[in-house]
């Protein structure tokens, strides 16, 4: 069996490859991305000598790379990770998220089309639902929620979703969709919540909170998104659309607390700034169909997953130091100076 994982020098597609080459270690693995900003080699790094591993530089909007990638493995499957993931910067310059998120996927299915693949799998967001209400805890996101966005993120994203279920309903591409909640866990790029607020505790500077700090999100250890789109590859249903979270609601602020606590710095780190335009207020995901379906349960509970992120965090400095110490330093002093 071959596989095409694309975007896997990024967070999730990143676990996604050390998990997968450790649970089918005879199936072959190859990495096509582009080492945007959000791309780092060095996540790969345990991998790149195994024989069952290539990595491929290429985008996924450049059709002849991807052909050419295509002719040379013949994939049984493809799994898109690929993506502009980061709604706030899909506010400054939403342009790159359309290209990127949404082409990306038109040129990798078309691909997918031309050479025959038994599953093309796309790896999408519970942000498509848009956002419930802090005052319905009762309300949770399942697959029939509508799609009503309110990034150019998600709208990208969600845009996506629906040519992914169009290519399978009019030339019968064997696709699934996966909608996972946000995640955490090691090789998270230290522009997102959580690597932020661990990188910028353990470096005494001040921990930037948007709004009130009330906003909620279903927070899932990246493993077990990994487990579920291992589970959906080979056992999902085609055509299907499944949601992924862990019933792990938490509001931003509490986090924060909660990494000030375990890193033993002290909350006057704590700064509340602008909030970000168009903020969704909470998501929350019922993944009782991945559940029923195909067994799926979450595994890592939030009190264990947060310790085993912070451990990660301060055993591999060097992976998130290098990052901050470069390129970043514009987007954050960009993004937060005038905050
Ligand atoms: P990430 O930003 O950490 O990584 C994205 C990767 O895609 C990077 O390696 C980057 O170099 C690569 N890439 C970007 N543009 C490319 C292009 N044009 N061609 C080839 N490669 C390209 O993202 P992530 O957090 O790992 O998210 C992965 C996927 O999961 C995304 O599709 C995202 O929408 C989805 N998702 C993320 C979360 C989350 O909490 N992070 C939750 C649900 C779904
Ligand atoms: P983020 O990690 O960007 O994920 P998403 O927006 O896709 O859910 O943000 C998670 C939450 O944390 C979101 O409500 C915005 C908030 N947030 C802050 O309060 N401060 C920050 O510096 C960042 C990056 C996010």
């Known amino acids: 069996m071959t596989i095409i994982v694309t975007g896997g020098a990024g967070f999730i597609g990143g676990n ?7 649970k089918h270690p005879v199936d072959r693995v190859i990495c096509l991305d582009k080492l945007t900003y959000a791309g780092n080699l060095s996540t790969l790094k345990p991998v790149m000598d195994n024989p069952n591993f290539r990595f491929v530089k290429a985008d996924i909007c450049d059709r002849a790379a991807v052909e050419r990638l295509f002719d040379e493995e013949h994939p049984d499957i493809v799994v898109n990770f690929a993506a502009e ?3 706030d910067r899909s506010i400054e310059n939403p342009e790159i998220f359309l290209q990127t998120n949404i082409i990306g996927t038109e040129v990798l299915m078309d691909a997918c089309r031309k050479y025959g693949i038994t599953r093309y799998h796309q790896v999408s967001t519970d942000e498509v639902y848009g956002d419930l209400p802090l005052d319905r805890p009762d309300l949770f996101f399942t697959e029939q929620t509508p799609i009503h966005t309110s990034s150019p993120y998600s709208s990208s994203k969600a845009g996506a979703d629906l040519l992914v279920l169009a290519y399978h309903r009019t030339y019968g ?17 230290p522009e997102k919540l959580i690597p932020l607020m661990i990188a910028n505790a353990l470096n005494d500077k ?9 906003n909620v999100r279903d927070w899932l250890y990246v493993e077990d998104h990994c487990k579920a789109i291992d589970l959906i590859i080979h056992d999902g249903r085609v055509g299907e659309v ?10 931003n602020i509490d986090i924060v607390k909660l990494i000030c606590k375990e890193l033993g710095k002290p909350e006057s780190l704590i700064t509340y700034v602008t909030d970000r335009k168009g903020h969704d207020m909470r998501y929350a995901i019922d993944p ?9 349960l979450p595994e890592t509970k939030f009190a264990d997953g947060i310790k085993k992120t912070i ?7 060097e992976w998130w ?5 470069g390129e970043y330093q514009n987007y954050y002093e960009k993004m937060y100076a005038r905050r």
């Open 16 to 22: 996604f490859i050390h998990y997968y080459l450790k």
């Open 321 to 325: 130091e290098e990052i901050i110490s």
């Open 311 to 317: 451990k990660w965090y301060l055993e591999n400095r």
């Open 85 to 87: 993931s980061h709604v």
């Open 242 to 251: 499944y949601n992924i979270g862990g019933h792990n609601e938490m509001k």
């Open 288 to 296: 009782t169909k991945i559940h029923n379906e195909l067994g799926w």
């Open 206 to 214: 001040p921990l930037p909170v948007y709004g009130e700090g009330i």
């Open 173 to 189: 591409l064997p696709v699934t969709i996966s909608r996972c909640s946000n995640n955490y866990g090691p090789y998270h790029f």
